[in-house]
């Protein structure tokens, strides 16, 4: 083998082994049964990543979902970059909305927020994905919190009850004034 083919083996070797193989981890929350807030969050090394959170959530039970994931870029790098979806079974049922959000100080927050979406039960994961950069070769870390809130009961169900409770009234007067005939 020529030696140009050699040093063009051994370059590439190089380069995609200090590539860095993407990153992924899981984290369980369990069951979820009602009302509460999680976190979650994680160092990556540089590199691409994906976190999956799974939980489930029990039968009978609907839920208020959302989330927010914060990355603190700082003057070396951070994950400018990052999202997160909401999948279930049949795919991805809710897109984060991703931002470089400025704080007080000089260096922006990556910020991933998925908005509140009501969840029957079954079992869903929260992807958080991105790339972590570092031009001093330093890790990078990101937290964020998983808010469960109950679902509220629809306006037509208490329009109903009390149309219910208005037919009671109603059919007792009708009773009282037989009795009293």
Known sequence: MPRHKISLVLLLSLVFGFAGAAQATSFSLGNIS???????GNNKDLGPFTDNVHFIIDPGVSLIFSAVATNHTWRHGG?????????DASGVILDGD????????????????????????????????????????VWN???????????????????????????????????????AS
Do not use: C, K
Request: hydrophobic share 40%.
């Open 141 to 179: 870390d990101y937290f964020g919190t998983i808010q469960f809130a109950q679902t509220p009961l629809p306006a037509s169900l208490l329009l109903m009850l009390t149309a219910l409770g208005g037919f009671a009234v109603l059919g007792w007067r009708r009773r009282e004034r037989a009795v």
């Open 79 to 87: 994950i400018y970059d990052m999202d997160g979806t909401l999948s």
């Open 98 to 137: 991703s931002a470089l959000v400025n704080p007080p100080y000089p260096y922006p927050d990556s910020v991933v927020t998925l908005q509140s979406f009501v969840l029957g039960p079954g079992h869903y994961y929260l992807s958080i994905f991105g790339t972590s950069e570092s031009d001093v070769g």
């Open 34 to 40: 009602g009302p509460g807030t999680y976190s979650f």
